[in-house]
Nanobody, 131 residues
Framework: QAHLRESGGGLVQPGGSLRLACAGS???????MAWYRQAPGKQREMVAA???????KYEDSVKGRFTISRDLAKNMVFLQMNSLKPEDAAAYYC??????????????????????????WGQGTQVTVSS
């Protein structure tokens, strides 16, 4: 299991932007990766994913506002968050699982299901959106 470390969270006003970063302890470029978030009292949910081939997927709640990207040379995945809303406030996590492979649909379904997995999770990075 890749050890992952999230960073970049903070306090931002509604409409503001943040860029989250996820650093892997070993090569993650061959895996599909996803960003998740968990707000207090709510289940963890996937918000964006990127396949091993670089194809992104965004959940409807963040589509058009968030952008997932990666730097293979630096073994990092990023989440650019624009036009932030109070409902975006949560702890954000990145994760991956080598078993999430195959067709695009299979990969995305697998990564979505990973949100409820008890497998390894990093410490996350907190995003607070408030005026």
């Amino acid at each position: 299991q890749a050890h992952l470390r999230e960073s970049g969270g903070g306090l931002v006003q509604p409409g503001g932007s943040l860029r989250l970063a996820c650093a892997g302890s070993r090569s993650i470029s061959q895996n599909a990766m996803a960003w998740y978030r968990q707000a207090p009292g709510k289940q963890r949910e996937m918000v964006a994913a990127i396949t091993s081939g670089g194809t992104p997927k965004y959940e409807d709640s963040v589509k058009g506002r968030f952008t997932i990207s990666r730097d293979l040379a630096k073994n990092m995945v990023f989440l650019q968050m624009n036009s932030l809303k109070p409902e975006d406030a949560a702890a954000y996590y990145c994760n991956t699982n080598p078993s999430c492979s195959g067709t695009y649909y299979v990969v995305i379904t697998c990564l979505r299901s990973l949100a409820q997995s008890a497998d390894y999770w990093g410490q996350g990075t907190q995003v607070t959106v408030s005026s």
